[in-house]
């Protein structure tokens, strides 16, 4: 017998869409959030919502090579704007791949990056757990002012 939650999860095949974008300068100043929101507004646009979240990403921007065998790794906080299209239709997905295209190219001019991390990823095994939504969730549950970014 399944259990409740199981029951209302539908299986759906999407694709995933992500763009990895600096959280500081070149100088390790941090960066307002309003630099962000073109990039958020397009996502949404193209694919109905956004998930944001920081992460901590390290690279080297030189390849080893016999005269350099430990080239230095860069490391920083970033910030990872994701979102997904359910749709297999080959014109919806070219379209979400020349926006993420675009948008990391003029993430890289923008940001003065080396390189900006853009990706897109066929999941295959996605479930969605639908329900009734509920507009208040209780004052245990709230917290004024809460933002999830700052420490």
């Given amino acids: 017998m399944k259990d409740a939650i199981s029951s209302k999860i539908r299986s759906v095949s999407e694709r995933e869409f992500r763009i990895v974008l600096p959280s500081r300068d070149n100088n390790g100043h941090?960066?307002?959030k309003s630099v962000y929101s073109d990039y958020i507004k397009k996502m949404s646009d193209e694919f109905g919502g956004v998930t944001i979240h920081k992460a901590f990403g390290c690279g080297r921007k030189e390849n080893k090579s016999a005269s350099n065998?430990?080239?230095p790794l860069q490391c920083?906080?970033?910030l990872v704007i994701e979102a997904s299209l359910n749709s297999s239709k080959r014109q919806d997905i070219e379209s979400g791949l020349r926006l993420m295209n675009r948008l990391?190219?003029?993430?890289?001019?923008?940001?003065?990056?080396?390189?900006?991390?853009?990706?897109?990823?066929?999941?295959e095994d996605v479930g969605f757990a639908?329900?009734?939504?509920k507009?208040?969730?209780g004052k245990k549950m709230?917290?004024?002012g809460f933002d999830?970014?700052?420490p």
């Fill in 30 to 32: 941090s960066l307002n």
């Fill in 69 to 71: 065998p430990d080239p």
């Fill in 76 to 78: 920083e906080e970033n």
């Fill in 104 to 123: 990391g190219k003029n993430a890289q001019k923008r940001f003065g990056q080396w390189g900006v991390l853009v990706q897109s990823d066929t999941i």
């Fill in 130 to 133: 639908e329900g009734n939504s």
């Fill in 135 to 137: 507009k208040y969730l």
């Fill in 142 to 144: 709230r917290k004024d």
């Fill in 148 to 150: 999830f970014f700052e």
